[in-house]
């Protein structure tokens, strides 16, 4: 199942934005993130982020999530 992944617009101190999917309960309001698209898992959208807009890396409770899903 592919979900909705967004990215949050403020960076991390360590240069990298978090990126979240849709229903994560640490996903920044509407005007805090930045709508990446649908993508069938958190590894492929991290890699496209990395190539097209920034340095990304995964929320780790969206990791958790997806494990037990
Ligand atoms: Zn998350």
Redesign the pocket.
């Known amino acids: 199942m592919s979900l909705f992944y967004y990215a949050e617009k403020r960076m991390s101190v360590s240069g990298t934005r978090l990126v979240?999917?849709a229903g994560?309960p640490?996903?920044p309001e509407a005007r805090e993130r930045i709508f990446l698209g649908s993508f069938l898992h958190m590894g492929f959208v991290v890699q496209a982020a990395n190539i097209w807009y920034f340095r990304a890396g995964p929320?780790l409770?969206?990791l958790a999530r997806h494990r037990r899903e």
């Open positions: 979240h999917n994560c640490n996903l929320c409770l969206c």
